[in-house]
């Protein structure tokens, strides 16, 4: 009985935002697919910013330990060619880089692993998650 006198009962209640924390969880878990595959053998690029949170930064291997919005994660690696930018646009560093940071990374892969081509510090925003999750 869901229902007392047109009063949803707390089980209800609850019933029904576990759904919708499920759906939301199913709806992240499908997340952006990879985009397609280059021709050279042995590197590919995403021309695509993907979304991250940074869990920690190694400044003397220069690399970041990222987390996607799926709990999955991934290292990727810096250079001198690697752009960073705040959410205004403006240069920083990648000293200014802190773990719980959010970050849009376009990387490139090769036979070394993931580097990446910039990151763009800002948040995820409603209308990103539409746009990237919810189409």
Same mark, same amino acid.
């Given at each position: 009985m869901s229902e007392i006198f047109g009063i949803r009962t707390r089980r209800a209640r609850e019933e029904g935002l576990? $759904?919708? $924390?499920?759906v939301f969880a199913t709806l992240l878990g499908c997340g952006p697919l990879p985009a397609a595959q280059s021709g050279k053998a042995g590197t590919n690029t995403s021309s695509a910013e993907q979304f991250f949170?940074?869990?920690s930064v !190694?400044?003397? +291997?220069?690399? *970041?330990l990222l987390k996607q919005p799926t709990e999955i994660t991934e290292v990727v690696q810096v250079n001198d060619k690697?752009?960073?930018? !705040?959410?205004?646009? +403006? &240069?920083?560093?990648? &000293? !200014? *880089?802190r773990a719980g940071d959010t970050?849009?990374?376009?990387?490139?892969?090769?036979?070394?692993?993931k580097v990446a081509v910039s990151i763009r510090k800002g948040p995820m925003t409603l209308e990103e998650l539409h746009r990237r999750y919810l189409k």
């Open positions: 576990w $759904v919708a $924390v499920f949170i940074i869990s !190694d400044t003397a +291997k220069r690399q *970041l690697t752009r960073y930018a !705040d959410k205004n646009g +403006k &240069a920083i560093q990648f &000293a !200014d *880089l970050v849009y990374i376009r990387s490139t892969s090769s036979s070394a692993g």
